[in-house]
């Protein structure tokens, strides 16, 4: 059985540290590098973002669900919001003060799939890792 983790998170100023820091602990009980640790918590920690960001939702609880397979690192972020656009252009200016967010996902995950259904948002973002 793959280890997994369900967290529920109440939006507030500090739920990217708590997520980033969940990620980190969760993952080092596994032998997932910090590399990949830190870039699959920064990716993560970007698209709560924006689903907080765009979707006018800030006070829906959002349930993430991660599962650290060997060789995967893996997470579905759900929230009960209106539906956003994913931006599917890539990041071309790099002294704009936003924006880099999705460039930064697009390069370092390997999976990043977006769906709207009964009124929730479900982004399945995964990383694969070599050991």
Known sequence: MMPS??????????????TKDMIIAFGQTTQITPKHLFQFSVCVTEALNNILEHSEAQIERVHLDITIEPSRLSVVIKQKAQAFTPPHNDFTNILAISGRGWSIMREWLDTIEYTHKNGVNILTLAKNVSL
Do not use: A, G, K, W
Not at 5 to 18: G, K, N, Y
């Open 5 to 18: 983790i369900h967290i529920t998170l109440i939006p507030s100023v500090d739920i990217f540290e708590q």
